[in-house]
């Protein structure tokens, strides 16, 4: 069994995690980190996990934990104060912030708007999507779990970058469930505000989008990303709509197979014929659409459930890995269907 | 042409008074205050004004504005603060807030925690609901618009009550779209916390059950008033669903003639068969659907726009009956339908 | 291992049943069966079960299954047509339709317009709420699993019942997310109708109603129930709105105190001091809420998914009891909390 | 005062124009047909039109109404079979279909699937888009009105076209509400299946692909036009976000200038920063903004109410150019705000 801890447990993704763990047959949860919740009953914050969960929130990981693994579900900026620690007192570390997914110090910089604390480490970090770094997550004490719109689009567009195919630049235009901007409440997730409308917001300036490019131009050529997010009024689930050019005309029956070959065997991967976030909500699951469009203009639509397979799943997915359990312990079940 | 004022125009029902006015042939708006804004352009906040009102926030109406009627829209306890000011410069005043609602001092402390500090003006003030009290809205300076629930309670119940049908207590149980709380962001209205949710809140408890309580008993008798209010992700709208005993068995046929004798004449209530919000969404008007449950158990559904006929555009209502314009201008048009 | 089958199960409900039975360590599922669909594959239905069910739908069950247990996901009316042959098999039933559990045929035949064909078995089937009739499920072949709105209103009104603490009628003004009116597309479903709406329908002529009233008047005595169903723009989940006065003046504290006591040790039962839905959706738990609203009037709020606890996990419960398994296994999971 | 009529009232634009022409000092609703509800109250069918269309419905527009404009509200298809008639008996005609958009018969019949009829007045109808074609509308008698993803693709990326800025193809990533999808229930606008989703659909595959394309490429050069509509559930509105490469890099305070300039005297075009669909619910107002994304990487958001400004609202507004009316005559005043 392995004993695991939450470091800032009071938001959407702790308390994902913490979900997930509860039915998870290879892993106990020993300890729940939350600076403004300390002392309280899990359950009191996440009334869900009433009966599930009886911990109360520590203010943190101090060391007299059993524990051998750890979630960092702190934000950006606030993981990299924990890293080092955790990792000199031998644990595993999944940190499912944007600290460590960035290889440059310098990228990170500019993105990220502040200097990078612990360089060491951030070259030493592997990133943490299973179907394409495997086996170095297996090797791994410290996993950088990806973004939410990165996992999306990169399972979208890696079979065609990975066979070179892709000419020029790539459009990602994704649409995100309010769950994804967290768990404070903001004007812009403010009922009244959002319910029945659809939001632009950092077009071409998010975060997400050096994340994408980084990981695509590492499995091969083509033109750069641009990354464009729109808020949704949904809960939960992502659809990113992704446009290119490949390098020869592709019919859909040609790009479907191409993407049935490449994500053969994957358990949480299936190539679907339209783009759609019903069918994945609830599930670590990820539908990934490759349609022709006319000519050599391709679109693919990529749906996963923002915060299973785009941040608590997953990270359950890298853990399970890491550990040498089975892949899919704890996450292999259907989304809701309805 | 009658020159009005907003206070506290920041909120949405200073937004909405802004909307209504802007196309209303019988008032022009030539201030609106807001204590945060001010200085800043009214379509800097309200970005659909833009065209429609080219005014700038002022901090405060002081005198030397071109005003002959100011809407309050400021919250409970700040409304009383104005009001005798107001009234000394001979203005007319419609208070969109609670503070001159409840005729008794004891029960105001009682429900809004805070003694009243206008007591003169509070035994002046009149009951803005124009379907009951037209004709003391006339002769008013100072008139209190009804509460969102009360509104929509209040003509579901009012035929019943001014019968003297009523046998024993009354239980409301009001749903609301999210608009009711206002433009603050909190939990509550937090879209993945309400977004696919039904919240009970304050049943019993809730400033507006003395409200609506206390104008009914002015009708007739009947036992008390029991609300339960409830939060439903929709934007706007309210459905009221009223359940009681009537003294002696009435078909849904005899409840259907009773309401439209009562509400003959009326422009903006309608007596229906369903009880709906769809077709009042942008409109000031009232669909009330009395129904014969069984025995002597009847069910009135009543359903309003909370932001117009909940408030501003009963506002607008009332103002135009204070000036002598025709009741509905600038508030006589249909729902949005879809 | 119990080898189960699922009649209709092109619904919500069937794909619900086959998503829980998927994971469920002591239950196979072995046929599932669609007239519509027969030769498709379940997944091409329902695209979220593709990995976890790799049957196709048969048209019937007819004997040369390897079933122990049949959950008919059927029509009203429908499920009466295949009771008595399956039961004849040998085998044990969970019928999710109505069919079974209104125990008087007049009482059937007033409510559900046509005579029952079936009085036999009508008589034999055991009302299949664990929590109040656990014993008689375990002995059971043939358990009527409860309607959506019975669950959940049966659920907040037993204490008060079963303690003889009813003075005079109920109220029960429920809310129900739109996948409790089935799959088939209908205006009152269609996005545009009831996206930003509420509609009451059926006051007091719910076919509910009778099952409600009868079930809790085995309990104890009280005045007659009405109820009153509204749809609510979400998918999953009802919250039952429960209004009456007790016999002597009660605190909220009391209730609580007296519900705590009913439920204790209940493993899908809460007592929980607000009404809400968010917590359960996902689950197969309920969410009590008892609220003293003044004087002897009482307010109790219950939540449950309506197509867990209110239909598909509530019949794999019964069937858990009636096959001797765990009464929790492959569904005690807690709800998704976003 | 003119006079006017509806052929195919039942829809949503059907009901949506009747709701502005009630509002209208310049026009009077005479005559509204519908096949299918020829005979009732038009209120009976658009219950929120009650007060305001005291109209029934007829069968058809057969030349003893007093009429001077029609607006067909009617399928791709259907209006070709009216509008020569119509034409012939001296009536203006604005049609919402699709049928006279497409200047060539060829392009209409690969993508509606179906020989043009009448291609004499598809020669000569007017693309009623009055901030393009203004002086054509004003003296057409046949205008084709545009569809409503066109309405906001054309507008969003007309000014780089004219200015001859475009660099390859275009990429319209767009969002629809689901009025859009008509007052049918199907299986796709069923809320529990579109309620919590976003769904694409028919990339590059639908009817308004070639229609964007065709009148940008009337205002200059440029690559190819791909279109890719979504679903996502809102009830109304639009947005249309829109990718390409301009020929020189441009700061969004550049493409700001060029669209203000080139909007500058519009009424119902306004440039902003942020691509939104709230402010413009319930209005004819359309919002554009033109972003940077980095290089010459250009992502302009255009949002609409798809039934105004996208359908009805639009039409009405040619129906004012060709009568002489003041263009906003009946169309102009703000959104709904919240």
Redesign the interface.
Known sequence: MINVGIVGGTG?TG??LA?LI??HSGMDLTAMTSRGNAGKPVSSV???????VDLDFKSSIDGDEDVDLVFLATPHGVSMEHVPHLLDMGLKVVDLSGDYRLDDEAVYRKWYGKGHEDQDNLAKAVYGLPELFRDKISKAQLVANPGCYPTASILALAPLYAADLVDG?V?I?A?S???G?G?????R?????????????N??KHRHQPEIDLILHKLGGGG?V?F?P?L??????I?A?C?L?VKDEMTTGELQDLYSKFYSGE?FV?V?E??????????N?CQV?P?????R?V?V?S?IDN?VKGASGQAVQCANIMCGLPEGMGID??????
Request: a negative charge; glycine letters at 16%; one cysteine or more.
């Open positions: 959407y308390g994902e979900r509860c039915n996440h009334g869900y996990l009433k009966g599930y630049d459009i235009d649409k469930g309010t769950s901007a768990i404070n409440p903001t004007a997730t403010h009922h009244p505000n959002c319910g029945e409308s659809v939001i632009a917001y077009s071409g750069d641009y464009s729109h949704v009024p949904i809960i939960s689930g659809l709509s446009y050019d358990r299936h679907t339209e783009g759609s976030i019903r069918d994945v909500v609830g599930s699951h659409a349609v022709c469009m006319g000519g203009k679109a639509f749906s915060l079940f259907p989304g809701l269907g309805v």
